[in-house]
Structures are given as structure tokens and as C-alpha cells.
């Protein structure tokens, strides 16, 4: 890659001045040449400014092909009702640079979940055209840091990492502000959809067809975000990618909430090698298709009958679950056949002397003792965190040069969180039905055991219950974990994924969007 070429602007806001200290922090912009200014110290805490802006240049190597790009990390204020400034985002903005008509060209606005996760994760390992220096499976490396992500979708669109209120960067500004502004389903969604409007605006993007991509709990994010722009901003999308999403809002409570964990649990077995050796002599697909069908046609009508299922057909059951699972009849038994998935992870290597990781099973750990009935850590996480939070903050500080004392949260404080009123997954649906262009891609982990890619798969099928959007609608599993691009296999073929379906969701100029 070329040496990153760093210009800087820098714009701070003067809107914002409604105390001293927001006075203070609104300061005149300095010469272009001039590094990234430091917020100083506020009352309790460092001071982000509203609107900054710092620009870098640089190319990457996406399918054997040159890609340059311009990066931009700045903020854009929050607005209130009113008009006032009462937050700022941080962002981080690719753009490429050779294209010669930026109407046709799709822009991805991309945010993680948590809820109170920063934009980091997909921004520096998935999508964009920086990577992390890890291994090949996703553990951490040393020296910590970034390289060049030869699988970027960057070739095919740009995109747009933001981070949340108190996430990354971001904060709130004006401290008499009702923290239920931010902080809830609905809140997220609406303050969230005005700053994504500001921002195609000030971007000139209204004419690129658009993308919502968002994990985790920024599934539910961008399902409501997708009707929110839609019929509150009139911004129409063309696509939708859910990675490893959560339920929804869609209702799964008691013998489907206990079922559909089994897929996950077979997954995580056949990789630990611990099912019996017919199964583990197969090849993983099949298996799943096999305990996917006993699981939708025979564990959920048996758990449905409760304590009346017959003593010959209960042991039937606890036998079969056990074969799948990698755990004790007696085990499956003592738990009424709905072993929860925290015992799983910490009795599937129990004999071992190890756990599993909750978001990715690949991941192995340690506990003071073998009893209990859940691990101690979540192996995974730690993992993850030794890993990128070095990176990202190298990276920002260093290479983008976006110089501020403010630490750069990976999970930030946004509670009490208000999930009242869940009603993403419907709104996704009405979305999709007002448009006929929208189309959704799934993407999903085998072992991760906290959003399962059964339970993914279980909420696509709901989505529309009619199935005449079923044509618009893509799943896709890989064999890793919550986040299924740390393992570089899956890395390529989860962009290569993105790809196509931003391609295939991308109109031909004069084609209608039309039933």
C-alpha cells in the first residue's frame, strides 16, 4: 500500500455554545495544515468537539485490483427537536476515489450493536480496508495493528462506520439532556435516523442506492432504522444485512426459545469432536440438516406436551438430544431436556478441564474449578478486546491522525437501555413490503451460542409470514462464531457474500421498483 497521505480540516461547531464549557470547545478552525486539536478537559470529562473534520488518502489491493480511497473521521452533531446540539458522532468514512459518477455508486452505513458497542468491530475486521493482525482462526497477534484487507467491499461501494452515543468517540454534549433521547429501541432508532439524514445530505449521497448493515443487537438497529428512513425521512434503501442478528422483537418463548439452541450445540460438538463417531465422521453440513430437521419436527412438539410427554418418549428424546449435543443423557434428563446454553458451554469439556466461549465456541477457557453451572469468563470476548482495542486506537490516533484525549470506548455506558415496544423485525417487514427494491441478506456463525444461526434462521422464517418476499430474503452460515469474519476462510467468503448481494440488489438503470 502506498504511505497514507494525511491532509487535515478541522470545523468546530460555534452552534453549541449554550455554557462555558461547550464555549470553550467551540473554537475557530485552525489552518489545514495544523494536527487534529485536542479537546480540553470539560467539568468531569474530556470535551469532543461537534463537527470535526480530518481527511486521509490511501489504496488497497481488493481482487487483484488497485482501490484508492479518501478517508474521512470527524463528528456530526445530534440535534434535538428544537435544533439544539446535544451529542456529537464519530464516524469514519471511505470513500473511492477513481469512480466517476458517485449517483450510481452504493454507500454502506454500517454500525455494530451491543447496544453499547462501538462501529470498531466490523470497521477494522470485516468490510472495510483495514484488517486486524491476527491469525488465521482470529486469535490475537503481536505487534498489535491493522493491514490491508484484500477483501474489502470497498471495491463495490463506499462506506461509513458511526458510532452511537457514548460509543467510540461519540458523546453527549449538553448534559441536561434526557438520557431517554438516546438510550432505548425506539430512541436509538429515531435520533439515529435524523443524524443518518443530515449525513447523506452534507455527503451529497441521496442518489446512491443505500445499504444498512449492522450486527448483533445492530440488527435490530437497522431493521428499525430501514422503515424509520423510509416513512420518516423518505429515504428508500435497497438492501439490509443482518449479521448475526438478534430476535427482533419476534416472539419465541417456551419449547421454541428451548429448541432452537440444538443446531448450535451439534456445531459446537462436531467441532470439539466430542459426538459420537458416525456423526463426527460426516462432514458438518449434513449433520446440521440432520438435528435442524429433528429439531423443527420432533424436539419442538415433544417440549410443547411439558410434563405429560410419555416417560418411554422422554428417554427417547434425552437419548437422542445427548447424541447431537456432545452431553449425558443424564444431563439433558436433570434438565427436563432443555439444557440451557450457559451449562453447555461450561459441561460440554467439563472433563477436559475446559469451557467454551459464549459468542464463539472455537474459543477455550479456564475456570478456578470444574464445578458449576457456567464459566467463569467468556473466552471469546477477551480474546477479542486483546486484539482490537490496540488497534483501533493505534490506528485512529496514528495513521487516520485524529488526535483527542477522549478514550475510545469499545462498550460504553447506556444504561438503563429501554427494550420495551421491540418491533424491528415488523418494521423490517413493512419496509420491505412499501418497497419493492429492499432485499435482506443473513449472515450467521455456527458457533456463535449467543445469537444461534438457528435462531437466525427461525427469525427470517417470521419475518414474512405471507412468503411472498421469501425471493428477497438470503441466509448464509459459515463455520465460526459471532463474528464469522475473524476466521480468515470466512473473512473472504462473507465479503465475497456482501458483495454479489449488493451487486444483485443494485438496479439496472430503468429498472422499476414495481410488484
Do not use: C
Amino acid at each position: 500500500m502506498k504511505k497514507t497521505m494525511v491532509s487535515v480540516t478541522i470545523l468546530l461547531a460555534s452552534l453549541w455554545a449554550a455554557s462555558a464549557q461547550a464555549q470553550e470547545a467551540a473554537r475557530p478552525a485552525e489552518a489545514a495544515s495544523a494536527p487534529a486539536e485536542r479537546s480540553k478537559p470539560g467539568a468531569g470529562e474530556r470535551q469532543l468537539p461537534a463537527e470535526s473534520v480530518i481527511h486521509s488518502t490511501g489504496q488497497v489491493m481488493i481482487k487483484g485490483k488497485a482501490v484508492p480511497y479518501k478517508v474521512t473521521a470527524g463528528t456530526q452533531p445530534v440535534w434535538d427537536k428544537d435544533g439544539k446540539v446535544v451529542a456529537s458522532l464519530f464516524y469514519t468514512y471511505y470513500q473511492r476515489t477513481d469512480v466517476a459518477n458517485k449517483d450510481l455508486r452504493p454507500l454502506v452505513l454500517s454500525f455494530n450493536g451491543g447496544p453499547g458497542s462501538a462501529s470498531v468491530w466490523m470497521h477494522i475486521a470485516y468490510t472495510g480496508p483495514k484488517v486486524l493482525n491476527i491469525d488465521a482462526e482470529g486469535y490475537p497477534l503481536q505487534p498489535y495493528g491493522v493491514k490491508d484487507n484484500p477483501h474489502s467491499i470497498l471495491d463495490v461501494a463506499d462506506i461509513v462506520y458511526i458510532d452511537p452515543v457514548n460509543t467510540g468517540f461519540s458523546r453527549i454534549l449538553d448534559q441536561k439532556t434526557d438520557r431517554k433521547f438516546f438510550f432505548g429501541v425506539n430512541a436509538d432508532i429515531s435520533y439515529l435516523a435524523e443524524w443518518l439524514g443530515a449525513f447523506v445530505s452534507r455527503q451529497g449521497r441521496w442518489q446512491s442506492p443505500k445499504y444498512l448493515i449492522g450486527e448483533s443487537y445492530g440488527t435490530a438497529r437497522v431493521s428499525g432504522l430501514a422503515k424509520e428512513l423510509q416513512n420518516n425521512h423518505w429515504m428508500y434503501l435497497n438492501g439490509v444485512i443482518l449479521v448475526s442478528p438478534t430476535g427482533l422483537g419476534i416472539k419465541r418463548d417456551g419449547p421454541v426459545r428451548d429448541a432452537l439452541s440444538l443446531p448450535y450445540y451439534a456445531a459446537t460438538a462436531w467441532h470439539h469432536k466430542v459426538l459420537p463417531s458416525d456423526l463426527q465422521q460426516r462432514d458438518l453440513t449434513p449433520v446440521l440438516a440432520e438435528v435442524e430437521a429433528f429439531t423443527l419436527n420432533e424436539f419442538i412438539p415433544a417440549l410443547a406436551k411439558g410434563g405429560f410427554i410419555e416417560s418411554d418418549q422422554r428417554k427417547a428424546l434425552a437419548a437422542k438430544i445427548a447424541r447431537y449435543s456432545g452431553l449425558s443423557e443424564t444431563t439433558v434428563l436433570q434438565h427436563n431436556l432443555a439444557v440451557p446454553p450457559s451449562y453447555f458451554w461450561k459441561d460440554l469439556l467439563r472433563t477436559r478441564g475446559q469451557t467454551v466461549g459464549r459468542l464463539d465456541s472455537r474459543y477455550l477457557g479456564i475456570d478456578r474449578m470444574e464445578a458449576g453451572s457456567s464459566p467463569d469468563y467468556n473466552a471469546e470476548l477477551t480474546s477479542w478486546l486483546h486484539s482490537f482495542t490496540p488497534a483501533i486506537n493505534h490506528y485512529l490516533r496514528e495513521t487516520l491522525k485524529y488526535k483527542t484525549d477522549l478514550k475510545y470506548n469499545m462498550f460504553g455506558p447506556v444504561n438503563p437501555w429501554d427494550n420495551s415496544d421491540d418491533q424491528t423485525g415488523e418494521n423490517l417487514r413493512l419496509a420491505m413490503a412499501e418497497n419493492p427494491y429492499l432485499r435482506l441478506l443473513v449472515q450467521s456463525g455456527y458457533y456463535d451460542g449467543a445469537t444461534t444461526y438457528f435462531d437466525a434462521k427461525y427469525t427470517m422464517w417470521q419475518l414474512d409470514p405471507s412468503g411472498r418476499m421469501r425471493d428477497r430474503m438470503d441466509f448464509k452460515g459459515y463455520r465460526s462464531g459471532h463474528m464469522m469474519y475473524l476466521r480468515s476462510e470466512d473473512l473472504a467468503s462473507s465479503n465475497e457474500h456482501i458483495r454479489e448481494f449488493i451487486k444483485k440488489a443494485t438496479p439496472a438503470p430503468g429498472q422499476a421498483a414495481k410488484y
